[in-house]
């Protein structure tokens, strides 16, 4: 579910009461949502779970977010989506104070920055690959994040442990589970 353009915050707190009581912990949201993506609502699924999270706590909880990849999304970062290191540690940080947490479990790239075969395509054309970051720049930029926020990390682990694995899906997924 992605709130804030379908439906009001007053009904995401109501969903997410409603979907802890029957036992979900793994809630996954993106700077990017609510779908269709626009300016006007940017960034406004994440405020509202962030502030169901101010108010109700996210002990038990698993929370994910993404940072948006490259597209037509010139409203966020003000057209900057290159998936550069000062952009992915921008971008954390804004979904933090978006959802009032010291700390996102699972932190994802929404498209990473290279060309993938994607919607019903199955063979990778090099001949659409288009200037950027190279992945490897995009996974450090990841890869700094934790160096960076080791003593915050530090507590993610105290708090729950996880392992995570490679889904080998082109997007970069990742599936973890939480222990």
Request: glycine share 8%.
């Amino acid at each position: 579910m992605t709130w804030g353009e379908q439906n009001s915050e007053a009904d995401a707190h109501a969903q997410l009461d409603y979907a802890v009581a029957q036992g979900v912990n793994f809630i996954d949201t993106a700077e990017m949502y609510p779908v269709p993506p626009n300016a006007r609502t940017q960034g406004r699924t994440e405020a509202h779970l962030g502030s169901w999270l101010a108010r109700r706590g996210r002990e038990g909880l698993v929370i994910a977010s993404k940072v948006a990849g490259p597209g037509r999304r010139e409203w966020i970062r003000n057209g900057r989506t290159d998936l550069t290191r000062d952009v992915i540690s921008e971008a954390v940080d804004t979904s933090r104070a978006r959802l009032h947490i010291d700390c996102i479990d699972l932190y994802q790239i929404h498209w990473p920055q290279r060309n993938v075969p994607m919607f019903g395509a199955t063979e990778f054309d090099p001949a659409k690959e288009t200037e950027g970051p190279p992945i490897r720049e995009q996974v450090e930029g990841l890869a700094a994040l934790i160096e960076a926020a080791r003593s915050a990390i530090t507590d993610c682990r105290t708090r729950r442990r996880g392992a995570c694995a490679s889904s080998g899906a082109s997007r970069g997924s990742w599936a973890c589970r939480a222990r």
